[in-house]
Structures are given as structure tokens and as C-alpha cells.
Nanobody, 114 residues
């Protein structure tokens, strides 16, 4: 079983920045996706990054969020800037093995509030 763990969440003021991390326990992971879930809302995709370093983003994340991977450290980062209260939610990491086998973390809470 692959273990996946997010970290870095917390309270940040509007306009601030935050960097989340996602670490996994298996070298076979080839793609990592970030999702988020606001209170009372469905989970939505933020973006993803592959071992090649190529990333993609949903429209709301373009220009404000950056996803990067450090393969040797089995870690993916989600850097967020110009945060607004609408970015509040639990952020989840999904690490994917070849064949599409997904492994989810338990999430890290981001609260954007003054």
C-alpha cells in the first residue's frame, strides 16, 4: 500500500501565499494530482504534474498556483499566491501508479481569512 501525506496547510490572510507538500512512499508513482474541497461543496481538481515536470491546471488555478515535483524526494509542491477566501478548503493529493491505480492522502486544511 502506497502511503500519501499532505502538509503545509494553515491560516493565511487574503492576498497571502502558501506552499503545500505531498509526499508518497513508492517510487512507481508517475503522476500526482491536487484536488480541493470547500465546505459544503464537491471536490474539484486543481491540477497535476508528471515525472517529466510537465504540469496542467484548471482555469481558476492558472496564474496563481504552481505545481512542481521533486522525484528524488518523492514530493510534489502546490504553491499558491494571491489567495482569496474562496480558496478555503481541504486540499488533497492523489498519487497515481502506472495503470491508473490511485492513492489518496487524507488532506490538509487551508483557511483564507482576515
Amino acid at each position: 500500500q502506497v502511503h500519501v501525506e499532505e502538509s503545509g496547510g494553515g491560516l493565511v490572510q487574503p492576498g497571502g501565499s502558501l506552499r503545500l507538500s505531498c509526499k508518497w512512499s513508492d517510487d512507481s508513482i508517475w503522476l500526482v494530482e491536487w484536488f480541493r474541497q470547500a465546505p459544503g461543496e464537491q471536490r474539484e481538481r486543481v491540477g497535476d504534474v508528471g515525472r517529466s515536470g510537465v504540469s496542467s491546471y484548471e482555469d481558476f488555478a492558472k496564474g496563481r498556483f504552481t505545481i512542481s515535483m521533486e522525484v528524488a524526494k518523492r514530493t510534489v509542491f502546490l504553491e499558491m499566491r494571491n489567495l482569496t477566501p474562496e480558496d478555503t478548503g481541504v486540499y488533497y493529493c492523489k498519487a497515481i501508479q502506472p495503470g491508473g491505480v490511485p492513492h489518496w492522502g487524507s488532506g490538509t486544511l487551508v483557511t483564507v481569512s482576515s
